[in-house]
C-alpha cells in the first residue's frame, strides 16, 4: 500500500490538504447520491422481464444474475447498509414498494443503529433527503428477505460525520489508531448545545458480515496520510471476515461532481470540465475495498429471451445514460498484486487516448472499480411515488445483496463469511 509520490507532477499531498472539513460533509454532497428520473404512476410499474432494460425490478436482478429468493436467516448473518444524517428512509415508501415487488414484508424496517446521534429526518421530504436511503434499503432488503438489513445512521443533524466517525463506531481501537482521527477533517462528539450531546461512538456496535456504503469523496478531498489510515482499517476489516464495499462515483473519471483537477495549484476546475487530471474517488481506491460501478441493461434487451439463448452472454454495458459509471487510476495508492495482470491487460489491449498530463497511465497504481452491477432505471417508491433511479448508489447495495446471501449459504453449511473479495474475484473473473 505504498503511497505514490508526485504521480505525473502532482504531488497528492498538496491536492488534499486545501479541503478540510470536507469529509464530514457526505451526508449532504449531491454527487454522491443517485439521481432521479422519471416518475411513474403505479399502472406504469411492469413486473415483466421484457421491460428490464427500462425498468429495473428485483426479479430483473434475480433473473439478470441468476439467483433466486432467499429462504433462510441465520442469526450469525445481516446486511450492513451505511447512511449518513439528513439522508433518511420513510417507511411509508418501503411499504409501497413492497406492496408491489415483496408482499411478505410489507410492514419490515431495518435494524436500526444510531451512531453519534444519527436520527432519521422524515419531517422534510424530498428526493435529496429520501432517495439515497430508500434506494439502498428497498434495493438490499427485498433481495435478501428473509434475511436482516441492519441501518447504521450516522451522525447529528447539526454537525453530520464521515466515514471515520462510522469506522470508530464497529472498531474502539480505531478512535485512537495513529493518534485518532483529524479533527479538521471529521465530526467531533459531543455536539453543543444543539447537536448530540452524548459521547462519540468509540466501539460498541458490532460489524456486519457485509457492510456497504453508497456515498464517496475524492482522493482529492482528503490528505494521503487521512487516507491511509483509513484503508488500514478496510484491511483489518477484511480480515476480520467483513466485505466492505464502496460505489465508485457517478461521473466517469470527473469525481464528483464531475470536476477535474487543476495540476498546478490542485485546485478543481469547473464542473464537467473537460481539461485537467482525472478525479479518482476515495474509497474507491484503497486496494482494501470492493468498488463497485454500474452496468446498464442494452436497450431492446429481452432478459428472459437473453437466459434462453445460451450463444448471448451480455445483456448489459457500461452505464451511460444520466450517469457514466466512475472508475481510473489512484493518485496515492499502489496496484496491489491482484490486479496487476488486468491493469495490464486492459492498458495492452484498451488504453484510453489520454497521456500522463490526464490521468495516472504509470500502470504502478490502484485501478478502480473492481466489479460493476447494474446501476440504471430502478424503479424505488421515494415520497410516496415511484421514480426511476439511477446511480453506483444502487450498484452496490445490489452487488452486497449478493455477498450476504453468499455468506448466508455458507454460515448455514458451517463455514466463514467471504471476507475481503478482491483477490479471488480478480483470480476467477468469470
Not at 411478505?104 to 429520501?130: C, H, M, W, Y
Not at 471515520?164 to 477533517?185: H, K, M, Q, R, V
Not at 496487476?340 to 497504481?365: C, D, E, I, L, M
Request: aromatic fraction near 10%; glycine fraction near 10%.
Amino acid at each position: 500500500m505504498k503511497r505514490q509520490e508526485n504521480i505525473n507532477g502532482v504531488d497528492p499531498n498538496a491536492i488534499g490538504s486545501i479541503r478540510t472539513g470536507f469529509a464530514a460533509t457526505i451526508g449532504t454532497v449531491s454527487g454522491a447520491l443517485p439521481k432521479q428520473g422519471a416518475t411513474l404512476a403505479p399502472s406504469e410499474v411492469s413486473g415483466q422481464l421484457e421491460n428490464c432494460d427500462e425498468q429495473i425490478t428485483p426479479d430483473c436482478l434475480r433473473s439478470l444474475y441468476q439467483f433466486s429468493v432467499g429462504t433462510t436467516a441465520n442469526s450469525q448473518n445481516s446486511y450492513g447498509i451505511v447512511e449518513y444524517t439528513p439522508q433518511s428512509y420513510l417507511p411509508g415508501d418501503l411499504d409501497i414498494f413492497f406492496s408491489n415487488f415483496s408482499t411478505k414484508q410489507v410492514g419490515a424496517r431495518p435494524t436500526f443503529k444510531s451512531v453519534d446521534g444519527g436520527v432519521l429526518l422524515n419531517t422534510n421530504q424530498s428526493f435529496e433527503i429520501n432517495g439515497e436511503s430508500d434506494l439502498d434499503l428497498q434495493v438490499a432488503m427485498s433481495l435478501i428477505y428473509p434475511q436482516t438489513v441492519t441501518l447504521f445512521q450516522v451522525g447529528d443533524l447539526i454537525e453530520g460525520a464521515s466515514f471515520n466517525n462510522f469506522l470508530d463506531a464497529i472498531d474502539g481501537s480505531y478512535c485512537t489508531f495513529e493518534g485518532g482521527d483529524d479533527p479538521n477533517d471529521d465530526a467531533v462528539y459531543p455536539d453543543p448545545p444543539d447537536g448530540y450531546i452524548g459521547p462519540a461512538n468509540c466501539g460498541g456496535y458490532s460489524a456486519t458480515k457485509v457492510i456497504s456504503t453508497s456515498y464517496s469523496l475524492n482522493e482529492a478531498d482528503v490528505t494521503p496520510a487521512y487516507a491511509q489510515r483509513q484503508c488500514q482499517e478496510y484491511m483489518k476489516l477484511g480480515l476480520q471476515g467483513v466485505t466492505v464495499l464502496y460505489s465508485s462515483g457517478d461521473y466517469g473519471v470527473a469525481g464528483n461532481l464531475g470536476r477535474c483537477i487543476d495540476p498546478t495549484t490542485g485546485n478543481y476546475t469547473g464542473t464537467n470540465a473537460a481539461t485537467g487530471m482525472f478525479n479518482p474517488s476515495f474509497p474507491g481506491t484503497c486496494p482494501y475495498i470492493t468498488s463497485v460501478g454500474a452496468t446498464q441493461v442494452q436497450n431492446n434487451t429481452n432478459i428472459a429471451q437473453v437466459l434462453a439463448d445460451a450463444t448471448n452472454t451480455q445483456p448489459e454495458q457500461a452505464c451511460e445514460t444520466v450517469i457514466h459509471s466512475g472508475g481510473g487510476f489512484s493518485n496515492v495508492f499502489s496496484m496491489p498484486d491482484y490486479q496487476a495482470s488486468a491493469v495490464h491487460t486492459y492498458f495492452a489491449k484498451h488504453a484510453p487516448p489520454y497521456g500522463s498530463n490526464r490521468f495516472n497511465n504509470s500502470q504502478r497504481s490502484r485501478g478502480f472499480p473492481d466489479v460493476s452491477a447494474n446501476g440504471a432505471n430502478y424503479v424505488i417508491a421515494v415520497d410516496g411515488n415511484y421514480s426511476l433511479v439511477y446511480g453506483t448508489s444502487a450498484s452496490a447495495p445490489m452487488f452486497g445483496s449478493l455477498i450476504t446471501l453468499i455468506n448466508e449459504e455458507r454460515l448455514n453449511a458451517g463455514k466463514s463469511s467471504v471476507g475481503f473479495l478482491n483477490n479471488v474475484l480478480y483470480q476467477n473473473p468469470e
